[in-house]
């Protein structure tokens, strides 16, 4: 298959070509095969979520036309290159990642350039996916309906006042507030 096309797309958006973007794109499309998904669509049943963000997500949405504003797309920014396929519809998933040693064999796949980074540039457009990245079925230790929710649900904040969209509210002591306040603190009440 010819990756230019996807390449093309996630340098135009991020305005220069770089490994991450293209073992996105890489590992967007392998996922999007793996999956039975068409390209050039958009997956009505397929949720991504990537492990990291940055120059790497710009070649996974390049490749898989999710986005976080489709809301087929999400960043658990754990500092990993990795992404989780999920087809919503049956809760199959795949986790994709580079191989371990994906580096050095990129000096393989192009002996004559010294540079690492030039390697990888080249070597990761290239190389088969079976050296280039490791596939795993996973099983999902979360609802995905959670994840996705229900569309149009509103309440708002009993500490802030401010409204929350998508079923993103917790209980606490009987009150709805905003699930981000457990982790950075409490908002205080709008006065």
Do not use: W
């Amino acid at each position: 298959m010819d990756i230019k096309p996807f390449l093309d797309i996630a340098s135009r958006d991020h305005s220069h070509l770089c490994p991450r973007q293209i073992l996105g794109v890489r590992i967007g499309l392998k996922g999007m095969a793996d999956l039975a998904l068409q390209l050039f669509t958009k997956p009505k049943h397929l949720l991504i979520i990537s492990e990291t963000d940055g120059c790497f997500v710009d070649g996974v949405i390049a490749a898989t036309n999710c986005t976080v504003g489709h809301r087929n797309l999400r960043i658990e920014d754990y500092g990993k290159i990795a992404a989780t396929f999920i087809n919503t519809k049956t809760n199959y998933a795949i986790r994709i990642a580079p191989a371990l040693d994906v580096r050095e064999k990129a000096y393989h796949y192009a002996p004559e350039e010294k540079r690492h980074y030039f390697a990888q540039m080249q070597a990761y457009q290239t190389m088969p996916d079976d050296e280039l990245l490791t596939v795993q079925e996973i099983e999902l230790n979360f609802s995905v309906e959670e994840i996705i929710s229900r569309a149009g649900r509103r309440v708002n904040c009993e500490k802030c006042g401010e409204e929350i969209i998508n079923e993103r509210e917790v209980i606490l002591e009987g009150k709805i507030i905003v699930s981000h306040a457990l982790r950075v603190g409490i908002i205080s009440e709008q006065k």
